[in-house]
């Protein structure tokens, strides 16, 4: 009974899955939420509110007895010495910055005592810097600057400079504290820190995550020299190797056997990027299928064939923890946007629903920009959407194709912003809070041109971890995996209505709108 253990290192909570893969289930399944279980950090969400300027932090000590409580809970639903095979994701962009003692802690670890005790004398800067900071939109204009502008940053790194990405945090951190940049001797993020831990050595940074931080070159998959120089003194030396998903990274440290009752000799795979996991755990991780995640924020993802970037500067290129690269695109204006909507109506979802079924794809040429905050996939700063088709639409007084018109204004915007991955999808796998409703299933099955599928997955980030540990440890294959673990929620299969090129021309038109408030 071969079992493989799944860690998703997320914003708010740490959740594992352990899978049986002979018998082709989930044997445990546990969630550590920061804010419930561990309040004495601070942070009711998972990163300690108020910070100024735009930044935003997390305590990693708080990861750290955040893995122990997991390892205690799971440990009274399975036996943890079956467990043989162990794989993990964070959060993507974080860091985590150590001194020296950070080489030798490893080996005078004590189990009486905790993880977050022993390691903190390990730590350069108290705080990491999250994925929600954006206190670094100078340090973004410096890098870029350096470089020859964005477009060079976007062809090397796959992103232009972020303001949440590693790279431009580093800077910052060593513009505002050069005493403690120059004091540290490695900076992880948080997949390759926790990854460390586990193994109780110095873990490398596997290409889907270390995409993330405006530092790796997509040509070589190796940090690149000249966005190393323009981000800050010294930093190689300072950042782990850099390596492919399927890497073996070590085995399990003594403190984990002893404390927590692994078997010794457990394998540990190099952790990845939340995205990249989830990537995997939805069953996409080879060319075809796209994922939509329809949640807060609206996020598409998809393996691709090479490496191609958004010549716009909007999307991201990652690497896909099964080799070749991934694509992610964020969109701000999720689930705001149809909640807005609904409400400005004083509809229930039950009428939203009823609103896309009574009015007809295309909706007779209306149109929506639905932002209702600024925008990042493109970049457009409105704070109210943008109505285009007669009088009383734009005047909100037609309710039922204001919805249609939201809905299938998202899903125009994914397609236009989706164009550059050059993808021609057979499948969209949709998931998150909205996929569940089968009227928006049906508008993205018209959109895309494509089949659209719900999974019956739940925590498809510690599962694509899991799937990771048992494909490279136990040797079997992805297919199979997927089978037993990533199966669509029988009936939930969405066909296109509409005939081929049914939405193009209002595309274009969509496009040209958008065109008028470019920022
Ligand atoms: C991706 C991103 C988030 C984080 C946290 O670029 O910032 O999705 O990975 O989930």
């Known amino acids: 009974m071969p079992l493989a253990l799944g860690i998703d290192a997320s914003t708010q909570s740490c959740s594992a899955l352990v899978i049986d893969t002979d018998a082709g289930e989930v044997v445990a399944e546990a969630s550590v939420n920061f804010g419930e279980r561990l309040p004495q950090y601070g942070a009711p969400s998972g990163f300690i509110p108020g910070g100024a300027n735009g930044e935003v932090h997390s305590d990693p000590r708080m990861w750290l007895d955040a893995l122990e409580l997991l390892l205690a809970d799971l440990r009274q639903q399975c036996e943890l010495s079956e467990v043989t095979a162990i794989c993990g994701a964070g959060q993507q962009h974080g860091s985590v910055y150590l001194n020296d003692n950070w080489f030798s802690y490893a080996g005078k670890l004590n189990t009486g005592k905790s993880l977050a005790e022993q390691i903190a004398p ?15 939109g100078a340090e973004c204009r410096e890098i870029a600057e350096a470089v020859g502008g964005n477009d060079v940053v976007c062809a090397k790194s796959g992103s232009i400079a972020i303001e949440r990405f590693t790279g431009p945090q ?25 990854c460390s831990v586990l193994c109780g050595a110095d873990a490398p940074i596997d290409t889907g995550d270390g995409a993330g931080m405006n530092l790796l070159n997509l040509q070589s998959w190796q940090w690149d020299a000249e966005l190393l120089s323009a981000t800050a003194p010294e930093l190689e030396a300072k950042l782990p190797g850099v390596v492919p998903g399927n890497t073996v990274v070590g085995e399990i440290s003594a403190f984990f056997v002893e404390k927590y009752g692994f078997a010794q000799g457990t394998q540990v795979t190099v952790f990845t990027g939340d995205n990249p996991s989830s990537l995997v755990g939805m069953g996409a991780s080879r060319p075809g299928k796209v994922v939509v995640s329809l949640g807060t924020s609206d996020t598409f993802f998809a393996a691709m064939p090479g490496v191609v970037t958004d010549p716009d500067g909007y999307g991201h290129v990652f690497g896909n923890p099964l080799g070749g690269s991934m694509s992610l695109q964020c969109f701000v204006n999720g689930s705001l946007a149809r909640e807005a909507v609904r409400d400005r109506f004083g509809m229930d979802w039950g009428r939203f629903t009823a609103a896309l079924k009574d009015t007809v794809p295309g909706n007779d040429g209306k149109l929506m920009l639905p932002f209702f905050r600024p925008e990042i996939s493109p970049r457009l700063d409105l704070d109210e959407p943008v109505l285009h088709g007669g009088t009383a639409f734009e005047k909100w007084e037609e309710a039922e194709a204001a919805v249609r018109a939201c809905v299938e204004g998202q899903f125009l915007n994914l397609r236009l912003r989706s164009a550059w991955m050059r993808l021609q999808p057979e499948v969209i796998y949709l998931t998150g809070g909205a996929s569940k409703n089968d009227a928006i299933a049906q508008v993205a099955a018209d959109i895309f041109e494509a089949k659209v599928q719900r999974l019956a997955v739940s925590g498809s980030v510690a599962l694509g971890a899991a799937m990771r540990a048992a494909h490279r440890c136990f040797d079997i294959d992805m297919d199979t995996l997927e089978k037993h673990f990533c199966q669509a929620d029988p009936g939930s299969t969405v066909t296109p209505r509409v005939s081929p090129g049914a939405y193009d021309a209002l595309a274009e038109q969509f496009s040209s709108l958008v065109g008028k408030y470019l920022s």
């Open 122 to 136: 390990c730590l350069s800067r108290a705080t990491s810097p999250i994925w929600m900071d954006t206190s670094t």
């Open 170 to 194: 580093i800077r910052r951190f060593y513009k505002t504290q050069p005493e403690a940049y120059v004091a540290t001797a490695r900076i992880h993020l948080v997949s390759s820190f926790l």
